[in-house]
Nanobody
């Protein structure tokens, strides 16, 4: 069983930065694809970024490409999301996910509890 705990959310002004962290309970998570999703009120959960087990391959939604960077430290069982140039439309609850494959990540059983990110204009 994999447990994921996000941290690092908060309130920031537009143009600012935040770094989210997701700590995993199981050492085996180092072999999983890790990702970030977000959900705003009234909207469906959307994919933001993912990273393969080695960190050698990363994937981003067009809406965050060039502003957000996903990374991982398998020695700490932790994945990060560095968010720069934040916009009010980035306001959402951000979720960490772990999956065997990126294609199946939206339906994974392994999700964190979410961390709120609020960007003020």
């Amino acid at each position: 069983q994999v447990q994921l705990v996000e941290s690092g959310g908060g309130l920031v002004q537009a143009g600012g930065s935040l770094r989210l962290s997701c700590a995993a309970s199981a050492r085996t998570v180092s072999t999983y694809v890790m990702g970030w999703f977000r959900q705003s009120p009234g909207k469906e959960r959307e994919f933001i970024a993912a990273i393969n087990w080695s960190g050698g391959s990363t994937y981003y939604a067009d809406s965050v490409k060039g502003r957000f960077t996903i990374s991982r430290d398998n020695t700490k069982n932790t994945v990060y999301l560095q968010m720069n140039s934040l916009k009010p439309e980035d306001t959402a609850v951000y979720y960490c996910a772990a999956s065997y494959m990126i294609a199946t990540m939206p339906k994974t059983d392994y999700w964190g509890q979410g961390t709120q990110v609020t960007v003020s204009s």
